[in-house]
Structure formats: C-alpha cells, structure tokens
C-alpha cells in the first residue's frame, strides 16, 4: 500500500477561497482531508511536500476541447497516439480531458471513436484521464469550416449520431454543430434528451436563430470568435449570443492568437467566470516547436505561437493549458478562484462528473496541480499519483 502524501501551500478551498498556509492530504487515488497546516495529524507515514513561497495548489485542469498533442492525434485512431497525449497533458497541469474529433470520412471518424472508447476501458494513473469523446464535426456549416475539411462535412443526422455513439460505446460527452442546417434542430433536441451537450460551433447561425437553437437545447458555444459568425451592429451573431446569453457555457482559447487580449477581456465582462471555459483546442504540433505537421490530412505549418493552413487558416493551438491561465490572469486580472472555475469546476459540473473532480474536495479524485506564480507547472498529481514534477520540494 503505497503512503499517504501531504501537499503544504496555498491552495483554493472547495468554497473557492484562497488558504494561506493551507495542506492537502491524499489517500491511495482520493483527496481524504483539506485544511490548514496544523490540522489533521500528520503522525502517520505520510510523503510531506513543502510548496515554493507564490505557488498555488489547485484542482486538476479539465482540457474538454484538445485535438493532439506531442506528435499525436485522436484521429490517428491508434492506441499508441492516445497514450502519448494523455502522458503528455500533466507537464501543463491537465489531468482530465475530452478527445475532440474533427471532420473527416465517417470510417476514419468511427475508428477514431471506437479506438477512443477502447482506451477509456484500461484502467490507469500514471496519466491524464480520458473522461469521454467531444464530436467536433462533421456537423458543422461549411461557411465557417475554419480547419475543418469541408469535402466531410455533413448535415445533421441523428441516425448517423446514432451510429457514432455506438462506435464510441456511448462515451460522446459533447458534440458541436451548426443547428442552422438542414436537420440541426432536430439532432440538437435529441443530444439533449441523451444528455449529451449540443454546442454551438462552426456554426453561420444568426442571433435569432442561435435563440431557436437554445430552445432547442443548446448550451455551449465552442471556440468563441472562431469558426462562427462574429458580432455586427445589426445582427450580433453567434458571437453577440455567446455573451448575451446567459444559458450559454463558453469556450475560449485564451493564447493571443485566436483572439486578442481586448476582445478576450471584452467577453469576459460579459462571461464571467461562472460561464467560461478555458480550453487548448490543440494540435499534435503542441511540445514539439517549429515545423510542418498535418491536421486532417492537410498540412500544418507552426511558427511561433501560431498553427496555420496552408491558405493561413489557423489550424488549431499549440497552447498549453498553464499559459492559458497566465494569459486569462495577465488579460482579466481576474483571481485564482475564478481560474479554478474556468479550468476545472465549469467543465466538470457541465460533464455531471463534480461529484468526482472539479474542486479540492473531501472523497473526489485526488485530481491535484501545484502552479507557481508564473503559471509554470511544479507539480500534477492524476489520482493521487504524482505523474509530473519539475522540481522536487519535499522535505
């Protein structure tokens, strides 16, 4: 039985406020005490780590919209690929995620799906867990393909849902479409009464017609600002709904690149943290720097900080999660609380998992991150396994 491990620091608490001085105890996969440094007793073998003056200990992050990472793919459809990207995702602080498709062949699609499903079967620690599938694709609009192949794209079919949730052994979580076409409605209703989220995206809907599709039952915008309709001063669009509209969860993609630092920080006014959701929206490129990669087949450059097509089509992000935080606290000011919601307890209460992840909690998943002042990662427990660690501070 392996010992118990005692993580000493600031930390956020369950009710979102920040502790000084505060101690997470972890027990075998599970968070067993939160609290301050002299309560409880620590008289038992326990592992005692000591965090650097300005860290921060805060729940695991939950990345719900990641395409790939360190040279890999979900579409790859290979258990090989999956294992890479869930090995690679604690060296940023992520220790859930939803693997996110894109459009592609419907065999492709399928085996992505079913190689997917496989992996969420086998039982493991040492890395980021796989919590279900995100369908991004190819139920979308082909006016706002962004990187999305549109000779794959399709309209909305339930039966064709259908048939992917089979492949996927019912483990699609999320899938955004573009409820405006032909049969958007109508999928959109069912996902609901699945309990599947129907999110908005890639989508050339109007402001009116995003209100019909709320009624019918969608509550998540992917990607603000991309792949949509943006704002206009006589229809605001997909964009203008995502703000206005308070039924609406948001993701964004906090890097600069998809989104500049002003209208980052313009959403958020409207937003807030209780409806935002920070994401990568990764490629396979994300670690690995500068040079040619593919995406859906079709070919990626990256330099910088940026992914693109060949037509300058940004491809997806090579960002992190961690310097999505630094960003969102650099472009916001907003606090270590509210990146707590928009990281990790929005996403986890949308996936129905918060009884199990989300927040430093009392018999969750020890799900733990350790940040320090910069946003640099120190340390990623994934079930109460200490999977990443930069640098040691145990005493």
């Known amino acids: 039985m392996k010992p118990d491990i005692l993580l000493v620091g600031d930390l956020i608490n369950e009710e979102g406020q920040l502790v000084n001085n505060g101690s997470v105890w972890i027990k075998n996969d599970k968070i067993f005490h939160v609290g301050t440094t002299d309560s409880p007793s620590t008289e038992e073998d326990v592992i005692r780590y000591n965090m650097p003056q300005g860290s921060i200990i805060i729940p695991g992050m939950i990345d719900i919209h990641i395409h790939g990472a360190a040279g ?11 294992e890479k990207i869930s090995k690679a995702l ?3 602080g992520t220790t859930t995620f939803l693997a996110t498709t894109m459009t592609e062949e419907k065999s492709v699609i399928v085996k992505a799906l079913n190689t997917a499903s496989n992996f969420m079967k086998e039982s493991r620690t040492s890395a980021a867990e796989m919590l279900g599938i995100h369908l991004e694709g190819p139920f979308v609009s082909p006016k706002r393909a962004g990187a999305q192949p549109t000779s794959f794209i399709l309209e909305p079919n339930i039966n064709l849902f259908k048939e992917f949730q089979k492949s996927a052994d019912n483990q699609i979580k999320l899938v955004t479409l573009a409820p405006e076409m032909e049969g958007g409605l109508e999928l959109t209703k069912y996902l609901s009464l699945q309990d599947v989220i129907a999110s908005i995206g890639h989508s050339d809907s109007s402001f009116a017609e995003v209100k019909v599709g709320i009624e019918s039952g969608i509550s998540h915008v992917t990607h603000l600002f991309n792949g949509m309709r943006g704002m206009h001063h006589r229809d605001p669009g997909v964009a203008g709904a995502a703000l206005l509209q308070k039924e609406l969860k948001v993701e964004m993609i906090v890097d600069g690149v998809h989104a500049s630092p002003e209208m980052i920080r313009l959403a958020y006014q409207s937003t807030g943290p209780e409806r935002t959701i ?7 490129a994300k670690g690995l720097g500068e040079g040619t990669y593919t995406l859906g087949g079709q070919q990626v450059t990256v330099s910088g900080d940026e992914a693109r097509l060949t037509d300058g089509t940004l491809a997806g992000s090579i960002l992190p999660m961690n310097i999505a935080v630094k960003n969102m606290m650099d472009y916001t000011q907003c606090s270590w609380s509210d990146i707590v919601k928009m990281t990790s307890e929005n996403a986890a209460k949308e996936l129905k998992t918060f009884k199990r992840k989300g927040s430093l909690s009392v018999g969750k998943d020890a799900d733990i991150t350790v940040l320090t ?7 990623t427990f994934c079930r ?4 990443y660690h930069r640098k040691e501070e145990r005493v």
């Open 384 to 387: 109460g396994e200490l999977v």
């Open 90 to 92: 604690p060296a940023e």
């Open 373 to 379: 002042e910069d946003c640099d990662v120190l340390m």
């Open 72 to 82: 890999a793919d979900f579409m790859d459809g290979t258990k090989e690929a999956l």
């Open 278 to 284: 920070l994401i990568t929206d990764s490629m396979r």
